[in-house]
């Protein structure tokens, strides 16, 4: 009995330890290519929310300066909040008059059918010319600093409308510290 135990422990350990292996094999040749995926996923988005850049500066780790003749033109800002279901990862995109040129939602874990919402055109696009500073309504939206919640996800919506925020910041920080 207790040889029986000894040598089905070592088969499972061995088991493990060959699907350990493999698994390790497969992330070794998958993560390059996975992370040239996100970058051109990212790269397109910031195209996507500052159309008119001609090219685009990495200034830190999370901020992007859009250019245009050499010129800053607006900033595009990767952003992480926490929504109803998880991480909601985004890129904000703010112009240099502090109105948003848009929002794109890269990642999230929100809930299928309410909070995933917020990963639709048409709810991406109620932010765009919106002032950076937001107010999350339930009913129609009256003012230029309002946006309408997805329904049944107010809190996926006032993540968002803290993710901007929290990039607004970001860029003034950025500007006051004297950079681009």
């Known amino acids: 009995m207790k040889n029986e135990f000894i040598k089905l422990s070592a088969t499972l350990c061995a088991i493990t330890l060959i699907a350990a292996l493999l698994l390790a094999g497969v992330n070794s040749i998958t993560e ?3 992370a ?21 500066e990495v ?4 901020v992007t ?30 112009n240099n008059d502090s109105s948003l040129a848009g929002i794109d939602i890269l990642t999230h874990s929100e809930t299928a059918g309410l909070g995933a919402k917020a990963d639709t055109k048409e ?3 109620s932010f765009t010319g919106k002032d950076v500073v937001l107010k999350i309504v339930k009913t129609k939206t009256e003012r230029s600093d309002e946006v309408q919640a997805i329904t049944g996800a107010t809190i996926t919506s006032s993540a968002i409308a803290k993710g901007i925020e929290d990039a607004f910041n970001q860029v003034q920080e950025l ?5 681009k």
């Open 123 to 125: 709810f991406e696009e």
């Open 175 to 179: 500007m006051n510290g004297g950079g």
């Open 65 to 94: 300066a859009a250019l245009s003749d050499g010129g800053v033109i607006g900033y595009c800002v990767n952003t992480t909040v926490k929504g109803f279901g998880g991480d909601i990862n985004m890129l904000v995109g703010i």
């Open 36 to 56: 040239l995926q996100e970058e051109e996923t990212r790269v397109l988005s910031m195209e996507k929310l500052l159309s008119e850049a001609d090219s685009f």
């Open 59 to 62: 200034v830190d780790e999370n």
């Open 32 to 34: 390059e290519k996975i």
